[in-house]
Each structure stands twice: as structure tokens, then as C-alpha cells.
């Protein structure tokens, strides 16, 4: 089952820090779909989950500056 976070309006660090709080309730192998619209957060989900052991399955622009990501844990 996927849980579904909206991280969309705010800046960095803010969207990075809303997944390391929610993840701590994310059991492993489960799915965490993220929306969020901060310029920086491709690179930055892609740094956390190098960080942090999980695997990032996809990191989508939508092709309105908003982004969609999918990390396995």
C-alpha cells in the first residue's frame, strides 16, 4: 500500500523534512508517493534516499515546475 504525501507551496528544506518525519511510520517495503513544486527538490530526494538506504523509484516533472516521486523503503 502507498501512503501519499503533498509537499507542494513549500521550499527547501521543508518537503525533505516532512518525508524524515512520516518515514518513521513507513514500514519497509512499502511505497511513498511525494508531489511537491520546490525547484531543488529532485536533487534532494535523490541525496535523502542515498542517505538513507531507500530507493528511488521515480522522480517526474509534470512539466509545470511540479514534481512527483516514488521511494521505495
Known amino acids: ?29 512499502e511505497l511513498l508517493e511525494v508531489q511537491a513544486d520546490c525547484p531543488s527538490f529532485p536533487d534532494d530526494i535523490k541525496a535523502w534516499c542515498e542517505r538513507t ?9 509534470d512539466g509545470t515546475g511540479a514534481f512527483s516521486a516514488q521511494i521505495q523503503f
Do not use: N
Open 53 to 61: 538506504g531507500k530507493i528511488l523509484l521515480v522522480c517526474a516533472d
Open 1 to 29: 500500500m502507498a501512503q501519499t504525501l503533498d509537499t507542494r507551496g513549500l521550499k527547501c528544506p521543508q518537503p525533505i523534512l516532512k518525508i524524515a518525519i512520516l518515514a518513521k511510520q513507513i514500514s519497509e517495503g
